[in-house]
């Protein structure tokens, strides 16, 4: 199950459907990654991410390989957003059916 919860939020968050993703977190959802820092509430998850896909004109997220492991999965994917390419490994905490944390190690290019 974790596996296609995890395709359906790489799906969403692709297409930048913020109403998909907020579908797939809990309200307690927490999200940490090195640009961010820690974010804490769906809400502000959903606004930080809204901003992000707003910001941008092209956006590319895609996964070279999805690892579960009970209820938690890690992505390594590949990020592009507008002229920057990321790559990285996320980890995501599933409780039941909807994403209670997403702790995001990033290749950030040097300036």
């Known amino acids: 199950m974790s596996k296609a919860l995890t ?3 790489i799906r969403a968050f692709d297409a930048r459907d913020l109403n998909a993703v907020g579908a797939l977190l809990t ?5 940490e990654d090195p640009v961010v820092k820690r974010i804490e509430g ?3 998850a959903l606004a930080m991410m809204k901003g992000m896909f707003e910001g941008c004109k092209a956006l590319s997220f895609r996964a070279k ?7 938690t999965t890690l992505i390594e994917f590949t990020l592009d957003i507008d002229a920057t390419h ?4 996320d980890i995501i905490e599933w409780q039941g059916d909807r994403m209670r944390a997403l702790r995001a190690y990033l290749d950030i290019p040097k300036g």
Do not use: H
């Not at 309200?27 to 999200?31: M, R, V, Y």
């Not at 390989?65 to 209820?71: E, K, L, Q, R, S």
């Not at 990321?86 to 490994?89: F, H, K, Q, R, T």
């Open 86 to 89: 990321l790559e990285g490994v």
């Open 27 to 31: 309200d307690d959802f927490s999200l």
């Open 42 to 44: 769906k809400a502000a």
């Open 65 to 71: 390989n999805i690892y579960v492991d009970g209820a």
């Open 7 to 9: 395709e359906a939020y």
